[in-house]
Each structure stands twice: as structure tokens, then as C-alpha cells.
């Protein structure tokens, strides 16, 4: 988070983010609750069950979601978000999560057009990978209105492999561009009653991006003149060995112990 030498500003920003971490943790859990309690009546029929039981899963897996990214911005600020070192396909990643998250785009009728280049290869860990990049779609979806457009590049040069995630959403302010990968920000606080979120899913791009020795950086001409990501990443050749070790080690030096697996 951004360093304040105002202790009652920093006070004040920090309940801010407990007051919005609780509200978007009781937001599914009360469905949660509502619904397994209305499960306990067997006055309900059948159909009444099974849309009971959808809601909860929905509402629980929401829920896993918002704690897996407060889970992952801890290992980024402790130094202990772990990613392997693995033989990776970019181009096979952007596509799937692009695949992915089409139903949406519909949904909401924005336009998404993609130009992916061949190769785009790098050692990498692709889980983290396709977080990184659902991320960037997700966020370029939540901000871009109906009938706008996104554009999704993946290209090769030289010794890097560029993603850019372009839309023709609601911008950026000048002013903000510097505190866009902050953890917990989001530049209209407005956006949080409409849209949702934490305001951490550019924190843990930034995050992941950095771990594979890359960099992640944003542009914006200002309100409502869109936002465009990109994404630099060391490149390597399909037939480079690769290694299982760990890109990189927590900052004691020690090697990070694995994630918890999830179901």
C-alpha cells in the first residue's frame, strides 16, 4: 500500500479496507445462510431445492474466490506467492481464459477481438498465467460499458513476449495511474456500490508478473478514454530445458513452501 505520513489518514484508509473486505465477505455468506435455511423446510419442492442448492454453491464459490485473492496479496507482500518454473504456451493460455470469459463479453455486449502470434512461449507457471490474464479480461469487462470494445494482443520480440489487454472503457485519471496496482484501490469509489470487488486483482497481476521477471504497465488518456495493460514477459524457445525449481524464493532467502492445493 502507498506509504502515508498521516497517521489519522492512514487510520482512516485502513478501516475503509476492513469495511469493504466485510462487506463483500457477508455479501455471499448471507445468501449462503438465507438459503440453507430455507433448505431445512421440506414444505419446498424439488425445483425450489435445486435452485437453493446452485445459489449456495455460486454464493460459496464467490466467496472462495474473494479469500483466495486476500490469500494471494499476503504472499505477495510477504514475499512468499509461489510460481514454478515450467515450459509455458502464452498464446494456449490467452486463448482459454479469452474462450473462458466470451459468455460474459455477450452478456454484456462488448465486443472482443484477439491477435495472437505464434510461438509466445516462456518458463513460467501457468496457473499464475491464466490468473494474470482472467484477471486483465475481467477487469477490462467490469469497466467497459455495452457495445464497447476490447482488444486482446500477444506478440513476440526479441527477447520478450508483450500482452496487451485494450479497451474502450471509462479510463483512468492521470492522477491514479500511479496507484493502480495498490492493493484495496480502485479509482471511483463509486464503482465499488455498482461493480464490486477488493481492488486487488491488478495487485496480483503486478505481483505474478514481477515473480517471472517481468513488468506490467498501464496507459490512459483520462475519463472515457479507455485503459490499455501490457504485459512483458522473459521469452524463451519451445525446446529450452526446463527445471521444476521455483522462479522465485521467499526474501529470507529460504525457498517458499508450496500453496495449499484447492478443490
Not at 15 to 35: D, Q, Y
Amino acid at each position: 500500500m502507498t506509504n502515508n505520513l498521516d497517521p489519522d489518514g492512514e487510520r482512516t484508509r485502513l478501516l475503509a479496507h476492513i469495511a469493504r473486505v466485510s462487506h463483500e465477505l457477508r455479501t455471499p455468506m448471507s445468501a449462503i445462510i438465507g438459503w440453507a435455511q430455507r433448505l431445512r423446510s421440506t414444505a419446498d419442492c424439488v425445483a425450489t431445492r435445486e435452485q437453493a442448492l446452485v445459489i449456495i454453491e455460486r454464493n460459496a464459490l464467490q466467496q472462495a474466490a474473494l479469500i483466495d485473492d486476500l490469500m494471494d496479496v499476503s504472499r505477495a507482500i510477504t514475499g512468499k506467492l509461489h510460481c514454478e518454473r515450467r515450459l509455458v504456451s502464452l498464446r494456449e493460455v490467452v486463448e482459454a481464459e479469452v474462450a473462458s470469459a466470451r459468455p460474459v463479453f455477450d452478456c454484456k455486449q462488448v465486443h472482443i477481438e484477439t491477435s495472437l502470434g505464434a510461438g509466445c512461449h516462456l518458463l513460467g507457471d501457468a496457473l499464475r498465467l491464466h490468473q494474470v490474464t482472467r484477471n486483465l479480461l475481467s477487469n477490462a469487462v467490469k469497466f467497459t460499458p455495452s457495445f464497447g470494445r476490447v482488444e486482446v494482443t500477444l506478440v513476440e520480440h526479441d527477447a520478450w513476449v508483450e500482452l496487451v489487454v485494450a479497451d474502450t472503457g471509462i479510463g483512468i485519471q492521470r492522477d491514479f495511474l500511479s496507484r493502480v496496482f495498490e492493493p484495496f484501490e480502485q479509482a471511483d469509489s463509486r464503482a465499488l456500490c455498482t461493480r464490486g470487488g477488493l481492488g486487488l486483482g491488478l495487485a496480483i497481476v503486478k505481483a505474478i508478473v514481477e515473480q517471472h521477471g517481468g513488468v506490467v504497465t498501464v496507459e490512459s488518456a483520462g475519463a472515457q478514454q479507455g485503459t490499455t495493460f501490457r504485459v512483458r514477459l522473459p521469452a524463451t524457445t519451445a525446446d529450452e530445458p526446463t527445471e521444476p525449481a521455483p522462479l522465485a524464493a521467499c526474501r529470507d532467502g529460504s525457498a517458499p513452501a508450496p500453496d495449499q492445493p484447492t478443490s
